[in-house]
Each structure stands twice: as C-alpha cells, then as structure tokens.
C-alpha cells in the first residue's frame, strides 16, 4: 500500500467517525446549530431541533460516499457544515468564542484535504491536500495552546480529574495550571514548526498522539456518554498523522505507481 493510499484510508475513516459523531451530538442532546437558533435567534426549540435532526441525518447519509473514489462533492457539503457548525459556536461561546473557528480547524480540513487527494493524483493536488492538513492542524493546535495560556478552568478540570481517574492521584490546582501552561507552549511551538515547508514529521507525530490524548479526555472525565464529543475530535490526531503517511513517500516517486480511482 503506497503512502497516500494510506493517507486517504485513514482519512477517510478520520471524516467517517467525525460525522458519526456530529451526527450523535446533535440527535443525542443537541449542537451548537441548535442552540444558536433556539437562543440567539428566537426560532422555537421544536424548529431548531428540526433543523438539527435533519443535518444529522443527511450528514450520516454522507457515510457511505466518503469511502468512494469520487466523493469530493460530498465532502465539500461536510466540510460546509461542519465550518458552518464552528461559526454557530462562536455566537453561543461564552469564553473566548474567537477561537472556536480555528480550534475547529481540522474538522472541516480533513475533509477537504481528503477531496484534494480523491482527485486523479498530481503534484498540485496532492500540495493542496498537505497543505490543508497543515493548515487545519496549526489552527487547531495554536487555538488550543492559546486557550491554555489563557488558563482555560475546563482544561485545568480535564487535567486533575484524569490524574484522579487514571493515576489515582490528587493533582492540585496549582501543580494543574503549571502543566496547562506548558501544554499551552508545546502546543503553539508544534502549530508554528508544522507551517514550516519540511516535512518535520517527529512534530507531526507528537501533534497525533497529543491530539488523540486530547480527544480520549472527553470520555475519561465525562464518561462514556460522551463519545460523540472525542469522535468529533478524531481529526486532531486523524490529520497528523495523515502527514506523517504522505512523507513517507517522495511525491514524485508515489505518482509514478499510483493509478487513478
């Protein structure tokens, strides 16, 4: 299997789950969308649900193409909402909604990148893709990283209640802010080597395990319920390591085996 191959199955597989996810959250308790009609434009709960409950269902319809060759029309629609899902959350956001876009960033980029690498393969396509990844991965890490610089109390909770959960150990609060501070610095110094044009994939290594770590936290501090909240996050870890599979391979060297879908 060449690298892009690779790239595009765990790409695909990355968008597949973010859906599922998206598609929970909205159908199980609700999503940013819902909430930006309900509460800030005074739509009725019932309307906004309706709303909600149909953009689950046609993004779980979306499933299946994602896994086909020619797909890119329906992955730009996942990538339309899920962008347009980041903006609602802004207007609903109360800490920092700013943020919310970039933070979002490898959602909608996955899926994009992954229509990039669906086209019949070239050098500029294949660019394109890689530079998604890069693009959405920064923005994402570096929102992160500024949010725990700004000491967020969700992540200080996240910190001590998964030293609780898993370790047994009771982290202070201090002892938690110091290490948020830290992950803050990791974060944005991963965001800024990763725009850099060399394929530093040991940064992009840590960014996939750091990112899946990040996503698990959901479900070890709210618990199992919360899944749909770490399968929205898959593309934290899914990106990165998206970019490690196609440095693998020189460009030039894949393009020469790999046939058209």
């Known amino acids: 299997m060449s690298s892009s191959t690779a790239a595009k199955a765990v790409l695909?597989?990355?968008?597949?789950?973010?859906?599922?996810?998206?598609?929970?959250?909205?159908l199980l308790y609700g999503g940013p969308v819902l909430s930006w009609l309900w509460l800030n434009l005074d739509w009725s709960e019932a309307a906004a649900l309706r709303v909600e409950h149909a953009a689950a269902f046609g993004l779980l319809a979306c499933v299946p193409f994602v896994f086909w060759g020619k797909a890119w029309p329906v992955l730009k629609l996942v990538a339309a909402w899920l962008l347009f899902s980041a903006f609602a959350s802004t207007m609903v956001e109360p800490w920092y909604p700013w943020l919310t876009p970039g933070a979002h960033a490898a959602r909608y980029a996955a899926p994009l990148a992954?229509?990039?690498?669906?086209?019949?393969p070239s050098p500029r396509n294949r660019r394109l893709a890689e530079w998604l990844l890069r693009?959405?991965?920064?923005?994402?890490?570096?929102?992160?990283?500024?949010?725990?610089?700004?000491l967020r109390a969700q992540f200080i909770?996240?910190?001590?209640?998964?030293?609780?959960?898993?370790?047994?150990?009771?982290?202070?609060?201090?002892?938690?802010?110091?290490m948020l501070i830290s992950i803050g610095v990791l974060d944005v110094a991963a965001a800024l080597a990763i725009l850099l044009p060399r394929n530093l994939w040991p940064v992009a290594a840590w960014m996939a395990f750091w990112g899946a770590v990040t996503a698990a936290a959901r479900m070890v501090y709210f618990g199992w319920p919360n899944w749909p909240e770490t399968l929205?996050?898959?593309?934290?870890?899914?990106?990165?390591?998206?970019?490690?599979?196609?440095?693998?391979v020189k460009p030039a060297t894949e393009s020469e085996h790999e046939t058209i879908e």
């Open 232 to 248: 929205i996050r898959v593309t934290n870890a899914a990106v990165p390591l998206t970019l490690c599979l196609l440095w693998t």
């Open 135 to 150: 693009g959405g991965i920064a923005a994402t890490f570096l929102c992160h990283g500024v949010e725990a610089l700004l």
């Open 12 to 26: 695909r597989v990355a968008v597949a789950l973010t859906i599922v996810g998206a598609a929970a959250q909205m």
């Open 157 to 178: 909770d996240y910190l001590i209640g998964a030293s609780a959960k898993l370790l047994s150990h009771d982290l202070s609060e201090s002892t938690a802010t110091a």
């Open 114 to 120: 992954l229509a990039a690498l669906s086209l019949p």
